[in-house]
């Protein structure tokens, strides 16, 4: 079975200018989930999405925006770009919400490193 | 809401000695699961091992084990035998059974493996 592929692995961007980042779902699973990961501390939830839907969403204003597509891979787009938004974003797949597995059987990419200067 | 605390920015230790990194939750839900995750600096999260709060005893995987006080809303990870691969940042993390099933994090602890 395929793992969690992330694209690009680093990105570099202007503040104010718009980002796109990529990930495909582990095979099985449709439900996509973005976390955001700031120097020194733990991820952050974005938003999750489950059949093409936004299922969920953290304390990030409407400038993140997500799509996903029929095939569940997923896309997360940042628009206006801030200093702030420098960190690692990682996209984790799973089953489905509210899944009973014993491990909910999350799968996380390897991340892309966004730098905004 | 849900809490994940961490409070060791860092621990030491040496090869093949064992090590408990220690984590703390708060939650209102009654059903829960709590992970510990590995992050290499490569960026990618490891699923060490997994315990849900019905689980009346403690999880185990290989070397890793979690040490689970329900009472004292404790889930601590031990490794023990540690290797030098095992140098890492360490996150303790938790899902409810919500709607929609997203992770809580802790800060992390960073562990280092002398030989």
């Known amino acids: 079975e395929t793992g969690v592929t992330q694209s690009p692995t680093h990105l570099i961007k202007t503040r104010g200018q718009q980002v796109t980042l990529r990930c495909s779902s582990q095979s099985g699973h449709n439900t996509v989930s973005w976390y955001q990961q700031a120097l020194g501390q733990g991820p952050q939830f974005i938003f999750q999405?489950?059949?093409?839907?936004?299922?969920g969403r953290g304390n990030f204003p409407p400038r993140f925006s997500g799509l996903q597509f029929p095939n569940y891979s997923s896309e997360l787009n940042v628009n206006a770009l801030e200093l702030d938004d420098s960190a690692l974003y990682l996209c984790?797949?799973?089953?489905?919400?509210?899944?009973?597995?014993?491990?909910?059987?999350?799968?996380f990419g390897s991340g892309t490193r966004l730098t905004v200067v | 809401a849900q809490k994940i605390t961490q409070t060791q920015p860092g621990m030491f230790v040496q090869e093949k000695e064992a090590v408990t990194l220690d984590c703390t939750y708060d939650t209102s839900d009654q059903s829960y699961g709590l992970f510990w995750y590995k992050q290499p600096s490569s960026g990618e999260m490891i699923f060490l091992i997994y315990q849900g709060s019905y689980d009346e005893q403690n999880a185990t995987e290989g070397r890793y084990s979690l040490n689970f006080q329900k009472a004292r809303k404790s889930a601590n990870l031990v490794i023990s035998a540690s290797q030098l691969g095992d140098s890492a940042m360490y996150f303790c993390a938790m899902i409810t059974n919500s709607g929609y099933s997203t992770l809580t994090f802790g800060k992390g602890t960073m562990l280092l493996v002398s030989p």
């Open positions: 984790a797949s799973s089953p489905r919400p509210g899944t009973t597995l014993p491990n909910y059987g999350y799968t």
């Open positions: 999405y489950y059949r093409e839907e936004e299922n």
